[in-house]
């Protein structure tokens, strides 16, 4: 028999629990934020990673048109990460560009176990 796990939730945009015992999540299904409480004994928020970009010296992130995913984040500084998914749609590699945005200064190649967990990764400089 299947266990069903339950969690706390919402549906309004930017509502946040006011509660959460140590170990217990919450999902604001709403914007897509989870909610857990930290050692700090306050309720942390763990965001998307394109949110959490933005959120800094992100000036603009490109999405694939048919996958939704992230594919391009350049900084207010002008260097620039590009995303790269192989055919099941990991994440392969990752390029980092220089302040001209064109100039490829390391590569960041992702290694993954059977089951899609991943191992590992290398470095390799342009």
């Known amino acids: 028999m299947a266990n069903i ?21 919450a999902l604001n299904y709403k914007d897509g934020n989870i909610y857990y409480k930290n050692s700090d004994d306050s309720i942390a928020e763990m965001k998307r990673l394109d ?7 992100v000036s603009n992130m490109t999405y694939d048109p048919v996958t939704d995913d992230l594919t391009e984040v350049t900084y207010v500084t002008g260097n620039k990460i590009i995303l790269n998914y192989d055919v099941d749609g990991d994440l392969d590699y990752v390029q980092y560009f220089a302040i001209d945005g ?3 200064l390391f590569q960041q190649n992702l290694s993954y176990d059977a089951n899609k967990n991943l191992i590992g990764t290398t470095w390799s400089a342009s």
């Open 5 to 25: 796990i339950k969690l706390k939730k919402s549906a309004v945009e930017n509502r946040k629990p006011s509660t959460l015992e140590y170990g217990e999540i």
């Open 51 to 57: 949110t959490r970009l933005g959120e800094t010296d």
């Open 102 to 104: 064109t100039t490829e």
